[in-house]
């Protein structure tokens, strides 16, 4: 070492200046070597783990459009679910259903004369309820009752139809007011509605 700064003593002024110069460039092309080599790897690995949080991302809102389409078909499930179980639900429910059936007969001018409750009758997956009805009244507020019915939530279907005059409204002969307003039929029928067999659909015996 000390022979080496004893030749560089030696040197004329231009030549120690041109190692001198030398050294200060070498040693700056080590440090920016070094120093971009470092920053270098740096950036790689902030580039790698932005890319990582892009595929992150990605995922995420992958799984977050799937999670919505799920919520949304769920509620649609839900809501077709309680549908059904409004047109068949789990539950006789007879008081309601009948409370149902007598307000549309009032609603169209009916008198119920007689309600009948039968027995449930197994069908496939679900019971048969029927309900037999006699009820009076004009032709249109018949047509009239039988087109409400058919519209409720609850599926009902009217069986065994029968029409005939009503002998025990015959109007006074010679009063037209009278025989215009008395009613001229007597309907007997069969009001059958349905629930679910919940024993059959769940399995059960």
Do not use: W
């Amino acid at each position: 070492m000390q022979e080496l700064l004893h030749k560089l003593l030696k040197l004329s002024p231009p030549k120690k200046i041109g190692v001198t110069v030398g050294a200060i460039v070498l040693c700056f092309l080590l440090t920016y070597q070094f120093s971009y080599s470092e920053t270098s790897t740096r950036i790689d690995s902030a580039r790698a783990h932005a890319s990582e949080l892009q595929d992150e991302l990605a995922s995420y809102r992958k799984r977050r459009g799937e999670y919505l389409g799920f919520t949304t078909e769920l509620k649609q499930l839900e809501e077709e679910q309680r549908e059904l179980l409004r047109a068949l639900p789990k539950r006789a429910e007879i008081p309601t259903f009948l409370a149902n059936i007598q307000e549309q007969a009032e609603l169209a001018g009916l008198e119920v004369l007689s309600v009948e409750i039968g027995q449930e009758v197994p069908q496939d997956q679900y019971l048969k309820i029927p309900v037999k009805m006699e009820v009076r009244g004009g032709y249109h507020q018949l047509a009239r009752f039988f087109r409400n019915v058919g519209e409720l939530p609850r599926i009902v279907n009217v069986e065994n139809l029968t029409m005939g005059p009503d002998r025990d409204k015959v109007a006074p002969q010679g009063d037209p007011e009278a025989a215009a307003a008395a009613p001229k039929l007597r309907a007997k029928f069969v009001a059958a509605t349905f629930r679910f067999n919940e024993k059959t659909a769940g399995g059960g015996t």
